[in-house]
């Protein structure tokens, strides 16, 4: 189990580096470059025109490693690792169609905020229905790390719980993809610890740990091209099918509310967007932050008036991440045993 875990961050570390050697300069020529927001910060616009819809390097990387080295398990009637990955490619389709549209128009404006909302939710329920189905998902339950305990509920409510969580998760991380390899740097952990608890807890959970360790491989090689300054961006296509397969592999792994400590930096990204909205609207103007999400506020001075750089904000993130990753896997390590 072992080598085949680390076999899958390998490979699909190897796949997407080498991808991205051709499919960068291949989005060059098709002109398919971001549009930066004109209220953002002002040194972000030298970053117009750099490629997009690069989240395409890892996903095909995850896709690859989840036919090749979870063919066996196919074979012998176990797809949970496939219902994971068409359920993230879902979001990543619906992030695609956000980003050629932004292409398409040349301004950063994709799909509606409320169709974004609806089509998502649509994958939500239907991904939580099939998981119930196939029997790889328990309805009636809810565990909560680190007491070790099991708080019992009404089907209907973990249905509406999990569409909440899942859509929620999705659109937390693609507010993280506001900086070079920020949303990369930040998800390597959490993918990380899923492929560890893989290890811990047995070959029960093997696919799930094969899709874990792909994805944080392929992650790892398209941060080898949007590590700052970046040469391509994910896109809405990355940053959706990325918050798609987090959310997935936390409701197959049973184990949602994991995600309170395991997705810190992506709640305190969304938490300052809310908190910065709210305030602006209650109080005619006025804001929290210099900049919502957290990440820009800290960019443009924050409160003490020092402008981080993006490698700083980059390195901060991504260790507070692996913090609670850590964190997160010491609060489940014994549930299995």
């Known amino acids: 189990m072992t080598i085949k875990l680390i076999s899958a961050f390998v490979l699909a570390f190897l796949f997407a580096t080498a991808f991205g050697r051709f499919y960068i300069p291949w989005l060059r020529r098709q002109k398919a470059g971001q549009q930066i927001k004109e209220i953002g910060p002002k040194w972000h616009m030298t970053k117009s025109g750099t490629p997009t819809m690069g ?3 890892f996903i ?3 896709a690859f490693v989840c036919l090749t080295l979870g063919f066996e398990s196919m074979l012998h009637g176990n797809y949970v690792h496939i219902f994971v990955l068409l359920f993230a490619l879902v ?3 619906i992030g695609f169609l956000d980003d ?3 292409i398409k128009k040349k301004q950063n404006l994709g799909l509606s905020a409320k169709v974004k909302f609806l089509l998502q939710l649509a994958a939500a329920l239907v991904f939580v229905l099939l998981m119930r189905q196939i029997r ?3 309805t009636d339950h809810l565990y909560i790390p680190f007491f070790q305990k099991v708080l019992h509920v009404p089907e209907w409510l973990y249905i509406l719980f999990a569409s909440f969580v899942i859509v929620g998760t999705v659109n937390a991380v693609n507010l993280t993809d506001g900086l070079d390899g920020l949303a990369s740097g ?6 990380l610890f899923f492929a560890a608890i893989t290890f811990v807890w047995g070959e029960k959970y093997l696919e799930l740990g094969l899709f874990a360790s792909a994805l944080a491989g392929g992650l790892l090689g398209f941060l080898v091209y949007n590590f700052h300054p970046a040469k391509v961006f994910m896109g809405d296509t990355g940053s959706l099918f990325l918050g798609g397969a987090i959310a997935a592999l936390a409701f197959a792994y049973d184990m949602p509310l994991i995600l309170v400590t395991l997705g810190i930096v992506y709640i305190i990204e969304t938490l300052s967007d809310i908190i910065q909205v709210g305030y602006f609207k209650l109080s005619h103007g006025k804001r929290v932050f210099r900049m919502a999400p957290f990440h820009h506020h800290l960019e443009m001075g924050g409160w003490m ?6 490698v700083e904000i980059f390195c901060i993130f991504s260790g507070i991440s692996l913090l609670f990753a850590i964190i997160s896997f010491i609060g489940v390590f014994h549930r299995a045993l």
């Open 55 to 57: 989240g395409v390097m």
């Open 60 to 62: 095909l990387a995850v």
């Open 91 to 93: 979001f990543g389709a």
């Open 100 to 102: 050629w549209e932004k």
């Open 136 to 138: 790889s998902l328990s």
């Open 186 to 191: 930040t998800s390597l952990p959490v993918c």
């Open 305 to 310: 008036g020092k402008k981080w750089k993006e």
